[in-house]
């Protein structure tokens, strides 16, 4: 049972330019989350995916975009690059138990260098 | 808008000594998680605390979580080396969906 993969895993891009990473979820999870994490710093929650719609946005401008397609797994779009978006990009896939408790599982990250 | 601290920052100890790291809000929780995030890696769930005054234990490590539901600690007996990496409480706001925010992580290095 493969977890959550996210692909590419490193990323060299230009200011100005537009990026496109993906994240498949761990198997029988249905909520796709990104997160982007600087170095040094906690991961900073951008928005979340359930039922190929946005339910929880964090606070990132509209210039990151995302999409969740019916088979749970998701990209997330940047336009636009700054380069102070370099950084670790994380996907984290979960599934609401019975009692409420929700696990979040992530994936090993895309590193994003924006020149 | 929501506030996590946590502290210390950072905390050097020697292979076998106790570490400890404290998370506070500002606000009331519904739960909050912990995370254990090695050097070049990515998060990893530990454990979710849900119950005021819980305690929960995994082998060498105690999670508490306050009474009034506004801090939590992350004790480790007897550090390892294979402890090294950054602690990070991430907690639930009570909205109508879920959004997980993350505290700045406490880094821990082990001196063997």
């Known amino acids: 049972d493969a977890g959550v993969t996210q692909s590419p895993t490193h990323l060299i891009k230009t200011r100005g330019q537009q990026v496109t990473l993906r994240c498949s979820p761990k198997?029988?999870?249905?909520?796709v989350s990104w997160y982007q994490q600087a170095l040094g710093q906690g991961p900073q929650f951008i928005f979340q995916y359930y039922e190929e719609e946005e339910r929880q946005r964090g606070n990132f401008p509209d210039r990151f975009s995302g999409h969740q397609f019916p088979n749970y797994s998701s990209e997330l779009n940047v336009n636009a690059l700054l380069l102070g978006d370099s950084a670790l990009y994380l996907c984290?896939?979960?599934?609401?138990?019975?009692?409420?408790?929700?696990?979040?599982?992530f994936g090993p990250g895309t590193r994003l260098l924006v020149l | 808008g929501q506030q996590v601290m946590q502290i210390p920052q950072y905390q050097h100890v020697q292979e076998g000594e106790d570490f400890t790291t404290y998370c506070n809000s500002s606000t009331t929780l519904s739960n909050i998680q912990w995370y254990k995030q090695r050097p070049g890696g990515h998060p990893v769930f530990l454990i979710q605390l849900v119950k005021s005054g819980e305690v929960k234990k995994q082998k060498r490590l105690t999670f508490q979580f306050g009474e009034a539901k506004k801090n939590s600690s992350l004790h480790i007996t007897a550090t390892q080396t294979t402890d090294v990496g950054t602690y990070f409480c991430a907690l639930t706001l009570k909205t109508s969906y879920d959004k997980v925010i993350f505290g700045p992580g406490t880094s821990l290095s082990v001196i063997p």
């Open positions: 198997s029988g999870h249905d909520t």
């Open positions: 984290a896939s979960s599934e609401r138990l019975a009692g409420g408790e929700e696990t979040q599982y």
